[in-house]
């Protein structure tokens, strides 16, 4: 690839060479690599370090960082697509604020010039991005940014990425990811991707589908025909693989699917009742509840050697566990004490250890990537509430209340959950979005009803 004239990237700051040869070379090699669609230039790529970052996230107050998203130059079609998608997807972001591109109307600045910040520093903006996208002689799209900090006028980000242009949405998440991450100092969001249960039909004849779409609600697919009823998919965190539930006429299935190659396989078939697997983070396990008479108690599965683990052993209903982390523990849920309440435990089985005392029944709990917080959904009376807490009970929060709230999953990042809420009637679930900090609620569109949302790792 060409070096362009203008290096892409600050000055000020020195590049981490070995951070950029190990990412470049892992895009030639990793099966599910970047590069089997996108050439990115690593002179162009942008190391963000947590100390270089603009906003502390991890903070409960703070203000959304103003930016201004200007037109992109280049093919029209192209350009206005990128430049949308990005402020979109910031919209959405919470922590970055983009200000009304017809405050800066005009035609698309030369991303090969330094912007004037006077007009921008008059909106009070913090920062600018400038941007181009449109087919090289070869038919290859090319796309490029610039992120300029208005109140130094300096460049402090650039890439450039050329691909197929059947994939310029997602150049346009990785170009939005690489600016949150630069400002921030966290990881990115918005290359990820959702999959749900889509439901159609009326609701004594519900047909339930798997299918897949991009965060924002775009380009979804269909994984399954909806001969059979699915439940509960579950990305793992290390592989583009899932986990769901199969009731059809025999005994429930736990299946596992390859998302990318399609390849579906039966994890086990189990007597009575299965519920909620989901992967340890190295995805080589599975963990999940099977019900026995009156019991329901959780189990490990090794997923080559199909050998199975109990981890749980008492007359209560335990169910819906989930990995820390580092592998080390497990949350879950359980009414051993009465009602349903959140436990942990280690993650080979002991003593558990309740979480949750405040008023109501506590479900579905999940650990954060993070390993700080654990999500839960919570019912206090007709409300159901999802909320976060720390690992060992304290700090406990909701961040969004409704009729019906439930199944949350986490961002990569840990900044964000989804979850579905089912208003009641005649109508059905949708998926929405809110942050860490309860501060924005989004709804995600998606074809019919929805349910069961389970986030991806990040793509790139």
């Not at 230039?41 to 906003?55: C, I």
């Not at 910040?117 to 090319?142: E, I, K």
């Not at 208005?150 to 450039?160: D, F, H």
């Not at 820390?324 to 436990?343: A, H, K, M, W």
Request: hydrophobic fraction near 35%; proline fraction near 8%; include cysteine.
């Amino acid at each position: 690839m060409e070096r362009p004239d203008r290096p892409l990237r600050s000055g000020r700051h020195a590049l981490n060479i070995a951070r950029l040869n190990r990412r470049f070379f892992a895009l030639l090699i990793a099966p599910f690599a970047l590069c089997a669609i996108l050439a990115v230039n690593p002179l162009a790529l942008w190391s963000a370090h947590a100390e270089d970052r603009y906003l502390d996230v991890r903070r409960g107050e703070f203000n959304p960082v103003s930016i201004a998203v200007t037109p992109f130059a280049g093919d029209p079609t192209a350009a206005a697509q990128v430049t949308n998608i990005i402020t979109n997807n910031f919209k959405r972001s919470v922590f970055l604020a983009p200000i009304d591109p017809k405050s800066f109307a005009g035609p698309a600045a030369s991303p090969d010039q330094t912007p004037d910040m006077t007009p921008f520093r008059a909106l009070n903006a913090q920062f600018v991005v400038t941007g181009r996208s449109g087919r090289n002689a070869d038919g290859r799209l090319q796309t490029e940014f610039r992120l300029f900090d208005v109140a130094t006028g300096q460049q402090v980000a650039g890439q450039q990425y050329v691909t197929d242009p059947n994939n310029s949405r997602r150049v346009a998440h990785i170009v939005s990811d690489a600016i949150f991450s630069r400002i921030t100092g966290e990881g990115g969001v918005f290359d990820t991707r959702i999959v749900f249960v889509d439901e159609t039909g009326p609701p004594e004849r519900r047909r339930k589908r798997l299918a897949i779409m991009d965060q924002d609600g775009a380009n979804v697919r269909y994984l399954s025909r909806g001969d059979d009823l699915v439940v509960t998919p579950r990305f793992s965190p290390s592989s583009q693989d899932v986990t769901y539930m199969s009731f059809g006429a025999a005994d429930p299935k736990v299946l596992l699917l390859n998302i990318e190659t399609g390849q579906r396989e039966v994890v086990g078939n189990f007597p009575g009742m299965t519920f909620a697997p989901r992967f340890s983070p190295d995805g080589q396990k599975i963990v999940m509840s099977l019900s026995q008479g009156a019991a329901t108690n959780l189990y490990a599965m090794d997923i080559k050697s199909r050998t199975t683990t109990r981890l749980t052993d008492s007359g209560a209903i335990d169910t819906s566990p989930s990995y820390s982390p580092d592998g080390s523990q497990i949350v879950f849920e359980s009414d051993r004490g009465g009602s349903p309440q959140l436990y942990t435990m280690s993650a080979s089985g002991g003593v558990p250890k309740r979480l949750s005392f405040g008023e109501g029944r506590y479900s579905t709990p999940v650990w954060s990537p993070k390993g700080d917080l654990i999500a839960f959904t919570r019912q206090k009376g007709d409300t159901f509430a999802i909320g976060v807490m720390r690992p060992d009970g304290t700090g406990e929060r909701i961040l969004t209340e409704g009729f019906h709230n439930e199944g949350p999953t986490w961002a990569p990042n840990g900044l964000y959950l989804m979850f579905f809420r089912d208003p009641g009637g005649s109508g059905g679930s949708k998926i929405y979005m809110v942050d860490v900090f309860g501060r924005g609620e989004f709804l995600v569109p998606t074809p019919s009803y929805a349910s069961d949302p389970t986030w991806s790792p990040l793509l790139n």
